[in-house]
T-cell receptor
């Protein structure tokens, strides 16, 4: 398996623009997580899907952030409009609740977002 | 949520055993202890998970005392490539929301 795939790997945009981050989880995994990592705040869980359904989005910072999972193999995290304080590395992770170690999350390589 | 406390940083030399201790005084009965490793510019990677006593895999060992209020990750004979941030997390199985990543411990392995 190729692991969790994220795109783009790097994104530079200007304040006010819409940004869409994409994630393909590991095939067969039924849970998907979006995280944000910054030096100041560390690694924060933004939203968590189980079987394509959002379970907990309390970590989503503002209404400017939205996430969707239209099917088991694809998810998006959208920021509209983007602001400089959204600059961070965004990670997607997936896991299988049916696994023996269901706290084992597999992380993608991340998307480094810079909002100018 | 069970809060964890671990040292901000540690230094070691190649070939030494490294022990990183994490405190989690308010761990709940159904909480497991999980450790992740993160290299620069990469996502965290699962290392080991345990509930009590000792767990060992090909990478590390995890020691958990009877009261479970702390745990120690043991890395045998570290190499330069083990330089990374190590996170201790506490939460129930399947309760992803409870998997809060703290500040972690920056381990630096020196030659």
């Amino acid at each position: 398996d190729a692991g969790v795939i994220q795109s783009p790997r790097h994104e530079v945009t200007e304040m006010g623009q819409e940004v869409t981050l994409r994630c393909k989880p590991i095939s067969g995994h039924n849970s998907l997580f979006w995280y944000r990592q910054t030096m100041m705040r560390g690694l924060e869980l933004l939203i968590y899907f189980n079987n394509n359904v959002p379970i907990d989005d309390s970590g989503m910072p503002e209404d400017r952030f939205s996430a969707k999972m239209p099917n088991a193999s694809f998810s998006t995290l959208k920021i509209q409009p983007s602001e400089p304080r959204d600059s961070a590395v965004y990670f997607c992770a997936s896991s299988s609740l049916a696994g023996a170690l269901d706290n084992e999350q597999f992380f993608g390589p991340g998307t480094r977002l810079t909002v100018l | 949520l069970a809060k964890t406390t671990q040292p901000i940083s540690m230094d070691s030399y190649e070939g030494q055993e490294v022990n990183i201790t994490c405190s989690h005084n308010n761990i709940a009965t159904n909480d497991y202890i999980t450790w992740y490793q993160q290299f620069p510019s990469q996502g965290p990677r699962f290392i080991i998970q345990g509930y009590k006593t000792k767990v060992t895999n090909e990478v590390a060992s995890l020691f958990i005392p009877a009261d479970r209020k702390s745990s120690t990750l043991s890395l045998p004979r570290v190499s330069l490539s083990d330089t990374a941030v190590y996170y201790c997390l506490v939460g129930g199985l399947g309760s992803a929301r409870q998997l809060t990543f703290g500040s972690g411990t920056q381990l630096t392995v020196l030659p």
